[in-house]
């Protein structure tokens, strides 16, 4: 970020030494006939002595400080930081929670939207929780990471469920309604290397996870797991 804030800053500088030598004319002459001599360091040391030149650094630096000062600086630096962020979230998924354990024979999860609004997330988060199921968003609320996460903060604190933010996942399962209940065989957390859908079963709609799983005991491809989930959330 700051080596991004330090190279605009050189480039404003720059742009400003264009605009400063359009204004006093002699300016470029001078520059074009010193830097054709050999001695360049005297060149500099005659340029740096030119009153012009002194007074185009001193205007320079008023604009500079101007700029560091402005509202839309300020409002450029916020974007950049938020930018930073969500391409941070991207890489790691997104701090909010950790990606699907390979170590379990089955992963529960739930497909969520911002769609649905903070009181139905909230049930869902909390029935995720009492289930051990992951939840997945398709993207940031409105393109945002900042927005995502102030959206999700009183969920998180309220149930203890976090989320996780993974597009391919919802291509991975054709997920196009949502909530959707989504009993899978474990698969591949590295995006590159999900070679293909992994054996499961599903159901859409707003239903309790508790619902979904015994729907999948009697009639899904992955009866024994569902049951197995089911006596597990039993005895909690």
């Given at each position: 970020?700051?080596?991004?804030?330090?190279?605009?800053?050189?480039?404003?500088?720059?742009?400003?030494?264009?605009?400063a030598?359009?204004?006093h004319?002699?300016?470029?002459a001078?520059?074009?006939?010193?830097?054709s001599?050999?001695?360049?360091?005297?060149?500099?040391e005659?340029?740096?002595?030119?009153?012009?030149?002194?007074?185009?650094l001193?205007e320079?630096?008023?604009?500079?400080?101007?700029?560091?000062?402005?509202?839309?600086?300020?409002?450029?630096v916020?974007?950049?930081?938020?930018?930073?962020?969500?391409?941070?979230?991207?890489?790691?998924?997104t701090p909010?929670?950790?990606?699907?354990?390979?170590?379990?024979?089955?992963?529960?999860?739930?497909?969520?939207?911002f769609?649905l609004?903070?009181?139905?997330?909230?049930?869902?988060?909390?029935?995720?929780?009492?289930?051990?199921?992951?939840?997945?968003l398709?993207?940031?609320?409105?393109?945002?990471?900042?927005?995502?996460?102030k959206?999700?903060?009183?969920?998180?604190?309220?149930t203890?469920?976090?989320?996780?933010?993974?597009?391919?996942?919802?291509?991975?399962?054709?997920?196009?309604?949502v909530?959707?209940?989504?009993?899978?065989?474990?698969?591949?957390?590295?995006?590159?290397?999900r070679?293909?859908?992994?054996?499961?079963?599903?159901?859409?709609?707003?239903?309790?996870?508790?619902?979904?799983l015994?729907?999948?005991?009697?009639?899904?491809?992955?009866?024994?797991?569902?049951k197995?989930?089911?006596?597990?959330?039993?005895?909690?």
């Amino acid at each position: 970020m700051l080596c991004a804030l330090a190279l605009s800053l050189f480039f404003f500088s720059f742009s400003e030494l264009g605009v400063a030598c359009s204004q006093h004319r002699s300016c470029p002459a001078r520059l074009q006939e010193q830097f054709s001599t050999e001695d360049s360091l005297k060149v500099v040391e005659a340029i740096q002595k030119d009153k012009e030149f002194q007074a185009f650094l001193s205007e320079s630096s008023k604009q500079k400080d101007a700029v560091l000062e402005s509202k839309e600086f300020h409002d450029v630096v916020a974007i950049l930081q938020e930018q930073a962020l969500q391409a941070q979230a991207h890489r790691v998924q997104t701090p909010l929670q950790s990606s699907p354990s390979k170590s379990k024979p089955v992963e529960l999860t739930l497909f969520v939207s911002f769609s649905l609004g903070e009181k139905a997330l909230l049930n869902i988060a909390q029935d995720a929780k009492k289930w051990n199921a992951t939840l997945v968003l398709r993207g940031f609320k409105e393109g945002s990471y900042i927005k995502t996460a102030k959206a999700l903060q009183k969920i998180i604190q309220k149930t203890g469920q976090g989320f996780i933010i993974d597009p391919e996942l919802f291509t991975l399962f054709a997920i196009q309604v949502v909530p959707t209940f989504v009993l899978s065989k474990p698969f591949q957390l590295n995006a590159s290397e999900r070679m293909q859908t992994p054996l499961h079963d599903r159901i859409q709609g707003h239903v309790s996870a508790q619902y979904a799983l015994e729907t999948f005991a009697k009639e899904g491809d992955l009866k024994d797991e569902a049951k197995s989930l089911l006596l597990t959330g039993e005895t909690k």
